[in-house]
DNA sequence: CACTGCGAGTAGACACTGTCTACGGTGATC
DNA sequence: GATCACCGTAGACAGTGTCTACTCGCAGTG
């Protein structure tokens, strides 16, 4: 009964995670939500005004997954004393870990038509995140005045290659190494050669 | 009437691409699509069995446009006998002015979700293209046996920085000079520092 | 204890969607 | 001129998100 006595809120929330994970996107309708939490088709409305703000709710978590997954990978990394180019690599590689493992849920976090309305709240959620991004970049590029385009720039590219991932656009790129070509490709140019 | 007698199956291709650049993903219901090329619910179906299909002939079109689009600057360039990384450079200014200029469609082009069964088929048109770009990339890293990975992440790039920027995402990192330092700063890193 | 009032969840209606099927009606062929 | 294939219409069907009664249980108060 662990799962029946939360409150309704919560219970929808993880009934569409649940749903997201092992299904995808196109499962999180409203009522099928309302089914898998065992209500009817009208309880959500009283906690969510509307199916998107529901929707926002799941993506919600979401990004506090990731951000918990990249913190947990850089402490871990930082806590052995590696240098920022090997921290970079650790949270870009958990960044596309996430995306490879959590599919429907990194969809459906910047599926910006389902999340209109709350977008700009849930990206607000990974800044921090970002600020470190650019703090370690800074330390790799202390000639760059303002590393902030650098980073951007940098996520953008991991953010792609988890993007065109899923949409089996690298297939002819990627041999049998998966993606982790393309991931050193992506490192080197933006940070330089790898240290050895 | 030079719309109205046209075979119905390219007019609900052009009603589609009409309303996705008008109104965006959102309006590309199957009924709506019907209603702008003004035929019945029931007509498409004779022309595209379901919906996604339908939606898969609007996005070749998006293809068709991109392609051409990059095509054509690839060879404006070309044919001012501009070195490959100016071409390279006008490719991905190409690129990105697309996804700026028709975001209903960029968006459309990458929605697997609605694109299920057709997508490596739309996916395999780009691949000319795509071979050129390696090309060029090559003439620019003789050093590499294989610019396959390197270009593919030099795309993966352009494809995130088109995708976060259409999401918001890079309101901070972006300054009045709109994307042009990402821009600036992704060929730097992939293609090194611009050729005075 | 009886009563009231409120909040949570139910259930049905509504307009809308994509799919399926039966039905007209028009034009080409024999 | 009759036949027939094909194209588009129109309605039914199950499903959706939203909105609106309504019921029921349980708190607080007389």
Redesign the pocket.
């Known amino acids: 009964m662990t799962e029946q006595d939360r409150?309704?809120r919560a219970r929808l929330v993880a009934a569409g995670i649940e749903l997201v994970t092992e299904e995808g996107v196109h499962a999180?309708?409203?009522?099928?939500?309302?089914r898998r939490a065992?209500?009817?088709?009208?309880?959500?409305?009283?906690?969510?005004?509307?199916?998107?703000e529901?929707l926002a709710a799941v993506a919600r978590h979401g990004f506090g997954r990731l951000t918990d997954t990249l913190a947990g990978a850089d402490a871990l990394a930082a806590g052995t004393g590696a240098d920022p180019r090997t921290r970079i690599e650790a949270l870009a590689r958990a960044y596309l870990c996430f995306a490879a493992a959590n599919p429907g849920m990194f969809e459906l976090m910047f599926r910006h038509d389902l999340l209109e309305g709350s977008g700009t709240e849930l990206r607000r959620s990974t800044l921090p995140l970002f600020r470190t991004f650019v703090g370690l970049v800074g330390e790799l590029h202390p000639q760059d005045e303002d590393p902030t385009a650098a980073t951007a720039a940098l996520w953008a590219n991991l953010h792609g290659l988890a993007q065109l991932r899923t949409w089996g656009s690298l297939a002819l790129a990627t041999g049998s190494d998966g993606i982790e070509p393309l991931l050193g490709a992506t490192l080197t140019a933006h940070l330089g050669p790898a240290t050895r």
């Open positions: 409150d309704l999180l309708g409203l009522r099928e939500i309302a065992g209500v009817s088709h009208g309880a959500p409305r009283r906690y969510f005004p509307t199916h998107r529901l």
